[in-house]
Nanobody, 116 residues
Framework: QVQLVESGGGLVQAGGSLRLSCVVS????????MAWYRQAPGKERELVAG???????NYTDSVKGRFTISRDNSKNTLYLQMNSLKPEDTADYYC??????????WGQGTQVTVSS
């Protein structure tokens, strides 16, 4: 059974940093494409950053230069280092794992609040 568990969210002042983690169980991590999404109140869920098996990464424009996605296959863990946080980064952040022909899985989310 595949499970994703996020942690690391919290309340931070603008300009601060947080690191989100997502531990993936179920034996898929090393073959999965991984991503972080976020959903702010009243808005649709949006892709923040993705990282593929070979290490290729992509970011939404609003976080480029501030956020870094990474993965540690030995720990089955996905990370999102968030620096220079802004109030508009406030959202629930979700981890997603995708494996071609097998499916896609979501974590329960972790809340990030950035105060001005």
């Amino acid at each position: 059974q595949v499970q994703l568990v996020e942690s690391g969210g919290g309340l931070v002042q603008a300009g601060g940093s947080l690191r989100l983690s997502c531990v993936v169980s179920g034996g898929i991590f090393s073959i999965a494409s991984m991503a972080w999404y976020r959903q702010a109140p009243g808005k649709e869920r949006e892709l923040v950053a993705g990282i593929f098996r070979g290490g290729y990464t992509n970011y939404t424009d609003s976080v480029k230069g501030r956020f870094t996605i990474s993965r540690d296959n030995s720990k089955n863990t996905l990370y999102l280092q968030m620096n220079s946080l802004k109030p508009e980064d406030t959202a629930d952040y979700y981890c997603n794992a995708g494996v071609f022909t097998r499916g896609s899985w979501w974590g329960q989310g972790t809340q990030v609040t950035v105060s001005s």
